[in-house]
């Protein structure tokens, strides 16, 4: 069995469950696939945004990674605390109740899935003041601040110009000004979108950006692009910008800054970007047998930007990269690449949604096209929250 193979997967988020279960798809079972993350649970995140709301609870977008144990992966809970990726040796620090013990793994193939982590602390008062809800805890105490709101002024802000999902702060503005009205407090309750970028979804260029900022402000949002935060007054309520500016608030929900996680910049993966380098095609690192996928990558687009953060990117790189381990190592099939195609939903609330999809690839920019709000993309993004879950799990 000399020839058996350990593939080892750093992150059990959208890329690393789609790599782990694909390749296992593909590969012999004398092949190891071994998948690492410190949550026991994979959470779907779109559906952080119906939780608000109060649609959806957590045991229902959440499952727990260990079910993929069934399938033939080997799932371990615990802390990636150190990465070689010359020699694919990663150290994990698993926790229990009698302590904490470390173990070494050496992979023939590693895959880094770890995504974006949430750095809230790097603006001052930010943490305190408000909710953030891009984690679960922080998507559950905005529900339940929003369930006692008895009308005053809302802030939703992004507190750098990039972040995971660049619709997500657009349509959790919009979802709550839904509920608002709903609760019949919307005579009595403003809603501001102040934006670290010069505007929604830049990277797919003017026309989608344009048709975004209108189903924010035709809901009654008032948008104010191109305000970096850069303190939060908590006692006073006080959002201090780059520019000068000052709002107030009664509720404040905020994207946090991202960065690469502590471990792959200790391990000195990441470029000046920040983030991971990958080749944009196969996501190979260019350290042998080291593949980066999803958020924790760093991918250049010739129009300066980078592909954004996006789970529909996350998954196709996860196919691509789990189809190409398993070429090279059984010879079965040929070589794959990811395209940049990639789609998103736009919820309005409402029962409602917008819908992007295009090629973010294209040169000289991305090609994108938004068709208009209908019931048919809400509709489509529920159905595509039931496959993931049951697909998967
Ligand atoms: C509110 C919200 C709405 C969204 N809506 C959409 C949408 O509609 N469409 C879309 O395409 N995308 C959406 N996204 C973005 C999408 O969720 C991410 O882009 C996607 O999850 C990225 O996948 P990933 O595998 O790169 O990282 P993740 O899914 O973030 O997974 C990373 C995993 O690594 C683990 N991890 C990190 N560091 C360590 C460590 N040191 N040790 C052990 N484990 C570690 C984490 O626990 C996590 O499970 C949304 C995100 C949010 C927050």
């Not at 890329?15 to 410190?38: C, F, K, M, N, S």
């Not at 303190?231 to 905020?254: H, I, W």
């Amino acid at each position: 069995m000399s020839d058996a193979k350990t593939v080892v997967i750093l992150g059990g988020g959208v890329g690393g469950v789609v790599t782990a279960a694909t390749l296992r798809e593909q590969l012999p079972h004398q092949h190891r696939i071994v998948l690492v993350d410190r949550e026991p649970d994979h959470l779907f995140a779109p559906s952080l945004l119906w939780l608000i709301t109060g649609q959806r609870t957590a045991r229902q977008i959440s499952r727990p990674l260990d079910r993929l144990a069934k399938k033939g992966i080997e799932v371990v809970c615990g802390d990636v605390d150190r990465i070689d990726p010359g020699t694919r040796q990663v150290s994990i620090i698993e926790r229990s109740s009698t302590g904490a013990t470390s173990r070494e793994i050496e992979a023939d193939y590693l895959v880094v899935s770890l995504g974006g982590e949430l750095a809230p602390d790097t603006i001052p008062g930010l943490a305190e003041a408000g909710h953030s809800f891009y984690t679960l805890a922080g998507a559950e105490s905005l529900r339940d601040a929003l369930r006692t709101f008895e009308g005053g002024r809302i802030v939703v802000l992004t507190a750098a110009p990039a972040y995971k999902c660049p619709a997500a702060p657009y349509e959790a503005a919009m979802l709550i000004n839904d509920q608002i009205r709903k609760r019949k407090l919307d005579d009595r309750t403003h809603i501001d979108l102040y934006a670290a970028e010069p505007g929604p979804l830049g990277v797919a260029g003017p026309d989608v950006s344009a048709g975004v900022r209108s189903m924010v402000e035709a809901a009654g949002i008032d948008y104010h692009p191109e305000h970096q935060v850069v303190s939060v007054d908590t006692p006073k309520r006080r959002l201090v910008f780059a520019n000068g500016a000052t709002a107030e608030f009664d509720l404040l929900a905020y994207v946090p800054p991202h960065q690469a996680p502590r471990v792959v910049r200790d391990a000195g993966m990441v470029d000046d970007s920040g983030w991971i380098p990958a080749d944009r095609n196969t996501l190979h690192t260019g350290y042998d047998g080291v593949y980066a996928i999803g958020d924790v990558t760093g991918i250049p687009l010739k129009m300066g930007k980078l592909l954004p953060m996006a789970g529909v990117f996350a998954e196709r790189q996860a196919k691509v990269v789990a189809h190409n381990i398993s070429h090279d190592i059984t010879g079965d099939g040929e070589m794959k690449w990811f395209d940049g195609n990639g789609e998103c939903f736009v919820e309005t609330g409402g029962g409602k949604a917008g819908f992007g999809r295009g090629d973010f690839y294209a040169e000289p920019a991305p090609q994108v096209t938004l068709h208009p709000v209908g019931r048919r993309w809400h509709l489509g993004k529920v159905l595509f929250e039931k496959r993931w879950l049951s697909k998967w799990f």
